[in-house]
């Protein structure tokens, strides 16, 4: 038996430019959308440790100081258009649907990337 292997390679590409979610799509991952309603600060803390920053930072986060921050960083890092001043405005309109859109980024944005898969056959 003589034995074929095909190699298949995917490509998933984020756009650049914009969010992947809008700051109330919650229900598109409803696992964030869970941990953020039963424990926002484990959500916070686990969010901003995916992102390589230190978890306890959102403990610090007085008068949003850090969450703007960080969405700032996010938009760098992911070349998402905005302004710091997008970001205040974003924050202050809702806080914990901020959160939740940059833990979805931040889960999306991991998950982009190359797939390889071979399949074996017998032929």
Same mark, same amino acid.
């Given at each position: 038996?003589?034995?074929?292997? @095909?190699?298949?390679?995917?490509?998933?590409?984020?756009? @650049?430019?914009?969010?992947?979610?809008?700051?109330?799509?919650?229900?598109?991952?409803? @696992?964030?959308?869970?941990?953020?309603?039963?424990?926002?600060?484990?959500?916070?803390?686990?969010?901003?440790?995916?992102?390589?920053?230190?978890?306890?930072?959102?403990?610090?986060?007085?008068?949003?100081?850090?969450?703007?921050?960080? +969405?700032?960083?996010? +938009?760098?890092?992911?070349?998402?258009?905005?302004?710091?001043?997008?970001?205040?405005?974003?924050?202050?309109?809702?806080?914990?649907?901020?959160?939740?859109?940059?833990? +979805?980024?931040?889960?999306? +944005?991991?998950?982009?990337?190359?797939?390889?898969?071979?399949?074996?056959?017998?032929?």
């Amino acid at each position: 038996m003589a034995a074929h292997t @095909s190699t298949i390679v995917t490509t998933q590409h984020v756009s @650049s430019g914009t969010w992947t979610t809008g700051v109330c799509d919650c229900c598109s991952d409803m @696992s964030t959308c869970c941990c953020a309603f039963w424990c926002f600060p484990c959500m916070q803390c686990q969010t901003v440790s995916q992102f390589g920053w230190c978890f306890c930072m959102p403990l610090l986060d007085c008068c949003g100081v850090v969450s703007c921050c960080l +969405r700032q960083k996010m +938009r760098e890092q992911y070349n998402i258009h905005g302004s710091c001043c997008d970001d205040v405005c974003t924050v202050c309109f809702c806080y914990p649907c901020t959160w939740c859109q940059m833990s +979805r980024e931040i889960k999306i +944005r991991a998950h982009s990337g190359t797939v390889v898969t071979q399949q074996i056959t017998r032929s």
